[in-house]
Structure formats: C-alpha cells, structure tokens
C-alpha cells in the first residue's frame, strides 16, 4: 500500500518538478523561418539549444518533432545567424557613447555648438583630470585644418582641456589648455604630422602619441561602463560578436574580468595592442581561449600607415590633390617585417593596418617573410590557411600586391561604408586611374574569404548599412552614390546579397579561427541569432539599410528585444 501511495505521488508531482528545474530540459524555439547559412541545411523552422548556449538540433517541424525533453517555444519573425562586425573599437565606442558625437557636423559652427551643448549638460568636465572627449570632425567641413583658437575663442569652452577625435581617429584637435602642456617647441613626428597651418591644435598619426603622453586617461570603472554601454548597442543591430581591433594588455585584463557578467552580451575576438604601438609585448598578456565562446584573443594589431580622409595613408606616388606628399608609414618596412615575423613566430596571427598603396605593400612582404619563417617546408597558401593573417582594411592596393595577395590567401578585413563615406573625396585624392585599379575593392576579393566591418566607431556599428553599402555602392545614410546620383559607386565591386550577408557572418568566423562555431546555426555551433520582420531578400533594396532587430541572442540567452 506504501509503495502504491508513493508511485501515485510521484506520477503527479514529477512532471511538475522537471518542468521547473532549470536547465532539466533544452529549448526549441521554431520561427516563421530560419536561414541557417550552413550547407548541412540551409533553412529550417525550429532549432534546439542546449544548456550550455549551443546548437543541438536544426530542423523543419513538418518532418520531425521535437524531443520530449525540450519545451517548445513559437514565436513570429524571420532568423538569421547572429552578425559579426570583423573589424570595430570597444572602448572607444562606449567613449562615445559617453562624450561628444561630431559625426555629421556641417561646419566650425555646428561642431562648436555641439561641444557647447555637451558642457551644458556636463558642466563638471574639461578639467584637467577629466577631459572634454570627442569624435568625427572632418576638416572638409570646415573649409580648413582646426586649430586651439576655435575652441580657446568660444566663451563656454574657454580654459577647458579638450580632445576632439577626426572621423578617421587618426587625427586629433586640441584645445590650448592641452597645448600649454606640451614641451617647447612642439617637435615634428617620424610617421606623423602636427599640422601647423594655419595654426597649432591637429596632431596626426605618431604625432599623436605625444598627446597621449598627457591625457587624463579614463580609469577601469569608466572603462567598464564604456564597454557596457557599447555592447548594449552592438545587440541593437544584431550584432553578437566582433572583432577588437587593438586592445592593450589593461583592456585584455579588464575584458577577462568583465566576461563573466551579464552585461558582457557581445563576443570579442581581440588583437592585442602592446601599450607602445609597433612592438613587441609577448610578455605582456597571454592567449586568450575562454570555454564560453565570450573571449578570445590569439592575435596582434600593427600599423603601417594612417587615414586616407587626412592625407596619412602612405602611398606609392603622390597625392593627386596634395602632390608634395605621399602620406607617412608608421614604421619603416624592415621594423614591419620583423615585429610580424616575431608575434608570428610566438603563435600570433599578425593583423596589419593598411590603407595607402605603399602601406599594403610593405604589409604583404612582412607577412610573406614571417610567412616564409615560420613554414618553411610548406607552401605559403598552405601556411597562410593555418595561421590566416589579414590585412586590415586592404583600401588601396596596386595590382601586383592584389595579385600576390591571392598567390598566398591573404585575408582582408574590409569595412564597406569606408568606400562610400570616401566616395566623395577618393577620386580627388588618387585619380581615376588609382581609384578604378586599386581602391575599395570587395568582388574582387571574394575568393580570399574577406571579413567585413564597420570600424565603429568611425563608421556606425550597424551591419545593415554596412550590407547596403557592399550590395548597392551607396551611402547608407543618404541611399544615394556619389554626389547624390541614383548611380552606385564603382559598382562592378558590388556582392551579392548572400555575399555580403556571408562578409558579416562566415566570413568573421574564419577570420577568427571560428569556422563552423559561429556566424552558422547548425550543430554544435554557437547559439547565437537575430530575428527580423521579414527575410531579406524580400525587402526592397532601400529598406535593407534601416532593418529593424525585433530580437538578439547570445548563446542562446535574449540580450535584446526590440
């Protein structure tokens, strides 16, 4: 009779019990529909995910039912694989997120009034411990360089320590509180420019670091709500994961500290930084491989040259629209070559900075010599498979580097809104010539796996746009080509959709060793996802670069609804 009690007990209480332990079952969750990106099914309705944030099922429900140790769970939209940005700054975004915004500032006045509003409403900052912050002034806008006497000539701003970011970051304008702290007389800079003309107050490139030297840098709190913030508004658009396009060894220990929380929602593939930029810090900060699939770190970031937009980016011959200049590499091609030999002999995929002709250049012979270094019993292409160096932005590359690019697969990290931000001034800077053989380009390299981006906060984080702009060749912003024609720019470097959907996606993974694990929704992958109204293949094209994100996960955990 006991026993006959307790089987009655258990019979009623044990469904109950399982259905509210957590993690006794798996979720499936089935959508309107599933592109999946994965050969092994490429569309689907439902998908299960495990406990630990992982793919385990993919299926359609009419030719399978889900195992009766998962809830089912139905919900309206379309899915797609959570979206990788391949190339964007953390920190930097987060900063701001929390300072002034000068992107689309039409003139001195107009950036002027919005330091002013951003003192307002922070009246405590601009001194000498906390500094007015800012990014995406473009002097094109101005008519001419700024200089100190902009910001020292504005009553509000007045005495305040200010640093204001070019729209490139390779450029920063300073107010004279931050000039008065600098050695007489401010030195000229090897691999960068202080502009003097018409007056003090711009430094570029390596002149930059001198800067740096003074600035009140923010502390790891500030840090922490920085990247909180950013990666709040990385989900927004559908972002998951990104690649870090420079981190210092104090950032790596500040992000590993950081992974563990429920605000760290975005994955991060970083490319260590060492605190002197161009060196080498093995010692500084070791790889980085967590479980989770949160952190990673098993590469460096180095600079070859500047920013096309400020004449920094080192080119073959010299400026079409300032003719007594090249631009400026940021190290010379031996050091180049033998700081990349030297990460790449310690295990390091070696990412290399590059806009001018010039700077790629030197950035593929340093990669063939490391290359040629650290394999030497197997053919470049097969060396380069396994250890995947990429060239960070590849904007401008003469045809016979292009060609050698493709004689051992170098990757490049592409962001397709530099070439229509550009749109305006490229031609202007390189001439036709330059600009149809070697500038922007995306089909063209589409055999070499190419990982695209945004380079946020230079250009905004959202993928779509960066989409629109690889499928159409028109800003984002406007819809419209070059000179507001209805015209694309350049277009026979257009992808498909499917291809650019892939740069935003596959090609991330590969770029950071995640073939198969990420930018994929098949098994074992991670879970991760994004739910739009409709697919967008059905979308009219002008709609594509303001799709709206009805959902975001993270292995398998919702980090945003929209």
């Not at 079409?320 to 631009?327: F, M």
């Not at 995947?388 to 809104?417: K, N």
Request: charged share 20%.
């Amino acid at each position: 009779m006991a026993v006959s009690m307790l089987t009655a007990v258990l019979v009623l209480i044990l469904p109950y019990a399982l259905f509210n332990i957590p993690n006794i079952f798996d979720n499936t969750y089935c959508y309107t529909g599933v592109t999946t990106l994965s050969l092994l099914k490429p569309t689907a309705s439902c998908f299960t995910v495990s406990s630990s944030g992982r793919f385990t099922d993919v299926f359609d429900l009419q030719d399978k039912r889900p195992s009766w140790l998962s809830r089912v769970i139905f919900r309206d939209g379309f899915v797609l694989p959570g979206l990788w940005d391949g190339h964007g700054h953390l920190i930097q975004y987060g900063e701001l997120l929390h300072s002034v915004n000068l992107f689309g500032s039409v003139s001195m006045d107009d950036a002027l009034s919005n330091v002013r509003q951003y003192v307002g409403a922070n009246p405590d900052v601009g001194t000498a411990g906390d500094w007015i912050r800012g990014v995406g002034w473009d002097q094109a806008a101005f008519g001419r360089m700024p200089v100190a006497r902009d910001l020292e000539d504005d009553i509000a701003l007045k005495g305040k320590y200010i640093m204001l970011d070019r729209i490139d970051v390779h450029c920063v304008w300073v107010s004279q509180a931050v000039l008065n702290l600098l050695q007489e007389p401010i030195p000229d800079v090897p691999g960068g420019e202080v502009i003097r003309n018409p007056g003090l107050g711009v430094f570029c490139d390596n002149a930059m670091d001198m800067i740096m030297k003074v600035f009140s840098k923010p502390d790891a709190v500030k840090k922490s709500k920085f990247v909180s913030s950013a990666m709040k508004e990385l989900n927004k658009v559908g972002i998951v994961g990104m690649h870090g396009a420079g981190a210092t060894p104090n950032d790596l220990e500040m992000y590993e500290s950081l992974a563990d929380g429920e605000a760290w929602s975005v994955r991060v593939y970083a490319m260590l930084e060492c605190g002197k930029r161009n060196t080498f810090c093995p010692e500084a900060a070791e790889h980085i491989f967590r479980d989770d699939g949160m952190l990673y770190m098993r590469s460096v970031k180095l600079f070859a040259d500047g920013a096309l937009g400020s004449w920094g980016s080192a080119m073959l011959e010299p400026y079409d629209d300032h003719p007594q200049s090249s631009g400026s590499l940021l190290i010379n091609g031996s050091d180049l070559m033998s700081i990349a030999t030297a990460w790449a002999t310690e295990g390091y995929q070696v990412n290399i900075h590059a806009i001018g002709d010039l700077a790629n250049r030197l950035a593929i012979s340093a990669l063939f010599w490391a290359l040629d270094t650290i394999c030497r019993t197997t053919s470049r292409s097969e060396c380069q498979e396994i250890h995947r160096f990429r060239l960070e932005h590849a904007q401008i590359i003469h045809p016979d580097d292009q060609q050698r690019m493709f004689d051992a697969g170098i990757i490049p990290s592409i962001q397709p809104t530099h070439a229509t931000s550009d749109m305006a001034y490229a031609e202007d800077r390189l001439g036709k010539t330059r600009t149809a053989e070697e500038a922007y380009r995306m089909k063209s390299f589409l055999s070499l796996n190419p990982v695209l981006g945004s380079d946020f906060p230079v250009e905004p984080p959202n993928p779509f746009e960066g989409i629109f702009a690889a499928v159409t060749r028109k800003s984002p912003h406007t819809g419209k080509g070059k000179g507001g024609g209805d015209e694309g720019w350049y277009l026979e470097e257009a992808l498909t959709l499917g291809q650019a959907l892939e740069g935003f996606t596959k090609g991330p993974a590969r770029g950071a060793f995640l073939d198969g694990v990420a930018g994929v929704i098949q098994e074992d992958a991670f879970a991760d996802w994004i739910v739009v109204d409709m697919p967008l293949e059905e979308m009219r094209m002008d709609d594509l670069r303001a799709v709206s994100v009805r959902e975001t996960w993270v292995a398998g955990k919702q980090v945003y609804s929209g």
